[in-house]
């Protein structure tokens, strides 16, 4: 465990509020308050909660002091710029915890574990001196039976069992691919995933609508149901032009999710993990969410990635 635990209250009561802030200048965002939060915008139907499901509240506004993230009370923990030519085994896995022979969610990509079987014949990091690229191609029919005949090869990087942490600032600066089918996605998982599953996506991201980011907190609720009501589509018609920040505050019972340094989306709650949890980059290939890869797809397909940060409060 790492510092700045606290346990939450365990009360079946729950209060779940999503607040996006859009259009604001800092000087709007700092005054929010004073201006009985003109500048915010509750769009709680779209939250599309389930009213059969009384773990979920849309709730109602709620000020957001300090939106502005600011890391001069932080310091840093976890670090990779990426600027060797090859991962640090000491920082990162090449294959989730399940292992690569486990699908998930329909997707077509086989994850190649390249620290561990550098021989494979394909290797999904690739390396300038300046940023890591992720990269999803196409299999070659010599290498689909050891893919086991999934039709994509990608990467995954994992800090499982290396680097995990418990409330504090998480962030990372990527560029993220275009076209039908490509998923690629910044998240967290609960160190014993096997106990308890909560998943928080800093980002998540459907190559064929390049004008939204998605951001996503699922929780495992009362009845041992995933719940995932917690998806917000945040129009950012940027994201796939150039390179972003992609930012998590995550404190006792509130994650607060910023895109370059912008708040803009917020969950408070019980329901807010507060178990460790570690870091998850990838580049998944079609699935339940994004359908299909399209024929326009081209291969190969990038995630770029210039660093991830995780930071925690000073004492």
Same mark, same amino acid.
């Given at each position: ?21 859009? +259009? ?29 499901? &009384? ?21 840093? @923990? ?10 640090? &085994? ?79 600032? @998480?962030?990372?600066?990527?560029? @993220? ?17 096997? *106990?308890?599953?909560? %998943?928080?996506?800093?980002? %998540?991201? *459907?190559?064929?609508?390049? %004008? ?29 032009? +150039? ?44 699935? @339940?969410?994004?359908?299909?890869? +399209? ?10 990635? *210039? ?9």
């Amino acid at each position: 465990m790492n510092k700045h635990q606290t346990a939450l209250s365990t009360s079946a009561a729950i209060c779940l509020v999503a607040l996006l802030l859009s +259009g604001c200048g800092e000087s709007d965002l700092l005054s929010l308050q004073e201006q009985e939060l003109e500048a915010a915008r509750l769009e709680s139907g779209e939250l599309a909660a389930d009213p059969a499901n &009384p773990d979920v509240e849309n709730g109602s506004q709620e000020d957001v002091s300090n939106p502005h993230m600011e890391l001069s009370d932080y310091e840093l @923990v976890f670090a990779d710029d990426f600027r060797d030519d090859s991962l640090d &085994p000491s920082k990162w896995n090449t294959t989730l915890s399940w292992g690569p022979d486990l699908l998930i969610h329909d997707q077509l990509q086989y994850y190649v574990d390249s620290q561990t079987n550098p021989g494979f014949g394909y290797d999904p990091f690739s390396f300038d001196g300046e940023q890591l690229s992720i990269l999803a191609s196409e299999t070659p029919e010599s290498l689909r039976a050891s893919a086991n005949e999934q039709p994509w090869l990608s990467g995954v990087l994992t800090t499982a069992g290396k680097f995990d942490f418990q409330y504090g600032y @998480v962030e990372a600066r990527m560029q @993220v691919p275009q076209g039908q089918g490509v998923w690629p996605a910044f998240w967290m998982l609960g160190s014993d995933y096997t *106990d308890v599953k909560p %998943e928080l996506y800093v980002m %998540e991201f *459907d190559g064929s609508r390049a %004008e939204s980011i998605f951001l996503n907190y699922r929780y495992e609720d009362e009845s041992g149901q995933i719940n995932d009501t917690l998806r917000w589509e945040e129009s950012f018609v940027a994201a796939a032009t +150039g390179f972003h920040q992609y930012g998590v505050a995550w404190s006792p019972g509130e994650l607060l999710f910023y895109i370059d340094r912008q708040p803009r989306y917020r969950i408070i709650g019980e329901r807010v993990a507060s178990q460790d949890m570690y870091l998850i980059l990838n580049l998944a290939m079609g699935g @339940v969410w994004p359908g299909p890869v +399209g024929q326009t797809t081209g291969s190969p397909v990038a995630l770029v990635i *210039d660093y991830v940060r995780a930071y925690q409060l000073k004492e």
